[in-house]
């Protein structure tokens, strides 16, 4: 059988078969098409402006470098005329962290950008080993997508940088959507898919611009470019993790590639039908935000569906569905055309509001928070019980 | 049935000490197992008659079902059975006539012999005839729906009828084959099969449209349709209600209006949409089994043996492993995951529905044409997914612009 040939070039041989769409590529092709893909994403986005200070969220992990890999090509080809920084984030994990930080300082050099690494012992006064040695291995997962959150704004603060970018492809994406509708939560189900969040109610805004990027292109990407990143997982976050999301998504994509994208585009079709329109986005659902858990699947942890249910048993009992579902039978009134029965409508008893979330400051610390306290400080509160008081600085 | 922790523990309700059933983590015994599956139903179907009644005087309920031959829709045969006998007991009630309607699906036989008597649907529906007297019963083959005129066919790659003496069965076969993947064909048989029960209800003047799916299905489908690109539908297709039906007149894949559609549409090419819009039209659709789990549907069923031994054994969702990803769909991965979340989390899979049902219907003035839900006008211009570089893409020209997008991932793969 004769090699087969890119269906791009027609010339060189193909060597990579697109997981997004089973397009036989060469590499050379396959490399110019993720690039044109992502600054696609940028461009029509307008992600950026000339001569705006972007931070990187590094983590040494696959996502992260394949960012500022891509980000550095396509600011020289394409003269975006960005002053690109590497932020990165030190939990203090032994034998996890500082390897991959290693990476990251590698990476400075050889992208020749500047690196800014924060710890979460000069910023929250704990690192996360000692946050384990104090709570055990269950839960610690919760503190530190709570803290590393705060901590990339802090971090670019610190910068004087006013955007973050983090390495979030369309599979994270897809799998929070996922989540956010088997939670039942139409607040982050609006706002998960925004290609930026926080802004203008922040001072930082973040962006993905891998948003639409599968990850095992992220990962072929990394391989055909040898990339230098590092791949070893969280020695705090557990390892199995079946009838997941994240599990779903990826033999949702094993039957349609396409499945993905299609959830992504169904995610952001969906936010502006929520209550609040997509409107309003924050950053804070991404828990899973970058420079965190470097392999894919350890950004939830484990046992998130029975976290997920005994909250939902918190909320409602099951005889809530009868009148939740009927509560919002009439069609919208923008469309003039169309031809209304004489229906009767139900009694007023089932319109409760749907509540929606305001976002205020945090009382301690100033951050975002739509409680009187941010989740970072109350879940300090509980950690500094044991401590001599010690506050957020920054 | 019971989880060890109730075992033992009387029935919460009426204190019988025989309660082998676990109903929402509480003992019940038989009779109020059913009793709450069948006051769940019949409250979904007295939100339907208040919600769909155009008068004070009492009417006829005149609703057609489909049935699968699956255990909710049996299960909702069984119930609406009921009703209809406890309505034509009393004096004072109106009418309940209700229609069940099974698709025949078989595509393997020309179309002469699956409406004989004794194709193996017919045979399967003539046993539930006689189990369910107080019920109506008629087999419709899938082929029926090239007849009808609410799914636009001059956008799908449907032969026409005149072509090589073909018969609609064959055209239909040919059809399915021209798809991409197991996935496209599992949605567009789901969607054929839902036009034909619209369509049956809407020829002869019932009053709604009922179909069985439990919650889980209900989840499921959410979560289907969601990984099919068609988020943007999901509060219509699990909601209640009334749903909007258009109809393209003159171009049935038939073809009988062929040559009066063309000749009108050279005339009037511009005004397209606003003929469309004097053929749409409101009907209701209705889920009356939404507040019941597939376990309990299943339980349910395991009741009345004689009805359950009518439901054909189901080999394929057993909970065996996968063989191969290839010849599954996306329909059947989804079922597969909820299969496994209802048992441990069954407040996962309501709360799936609960929030597709709090999503907004947005109306629109365009209808795809294919899945007959609003299209949306914002979402390709904000959608910066794809770079439309791909050659296959452009090649329908406007007609794609006519179906939603997961209609044309699943017509284009």
Redesign the interface.
Known sequence: MPPITCVRCQTNKAVVKRPKNHHKLCRECFITVFEDEVHHTIVSSKLFYPGEKVAIGASGGKDSTVLASVLKTLNERHKYELDLVLLSIDEGIKGYRDDSLETVKRNAVQYDMPLKIVGYDELYGWTMDQVVETIGKKGNCTYCGVFRRQALDRGAKMLGIKHVVTGHNADDVAETVLMNLLRGDLPRLSRSTSIVTGGSLNDVKRSKPLKYAYEKEIVLYAHHKKLDYFSTECIYSPEAFRGTARSLIKNLEKVRPSAILDIVRSGEDMARLTPDKGQGACACDESEGMGGCGSANARTSGNELAQMESDIKKQHTHDDLETEITSDGTPKASGDDVVKLPVRQRRSKDSGPIQLQTLGKCVKCGYMSSQSMCQACTLLESLNKNRPEISIEG | MAGPALAGRPCLRCKNPDAPYEL?NVAACQDCFIDYVDSKAV??LT?LQ?????SSRPEPRRYVAGLSFGPSSTVLTQILDKQARYHASRKGSSPFEPLVVHIDTDLSNSNSSSSSADAPAQRLLAKYRERFPNVSFECVHLSKVLALKTIDWTTLPVAAATAAGEDDTERLRHFFDSLP???SRADCLRLFVRHLLLGVAMERSYSALLLGHS?TALASL??S????????A??WQI????F?VCTYGGRSADGDGAGAGAGAGAGAQDQDDDDD?DR???FPVYYPL??ILKAEVVTYLGTTPSVRDLVPADDASSSSSVVS??D???EE?MAR?FE??EG?????V????????????????RYCRLCGI?L?E??DS??????G??PAEGAGGSDVSKLC??CK?SLG?
């Open positions: 929402r409250k979904r939100v208040r919600e769909t009644r155009t993947s197991v996935t919650t959410t979560l349709e969601v990984a099919n690109g068609r988020g943007f999901v509060p909601n209640d209600g009334l909007t819009d749409k039209v409101q939404r507040e990803h290839k599954q769909s996306i991965v995951y496994g979340v441990p989390y069954s407040g996962i309501t709360n799936v529905v609960r929030t597709a049902g709090k999503l907004d219907r947005l109306v629109s003035s609003t949306d914002e979402g904000t959608w910066a997914g794809e770079l570089d791909d997008y997961g991932r793969g």
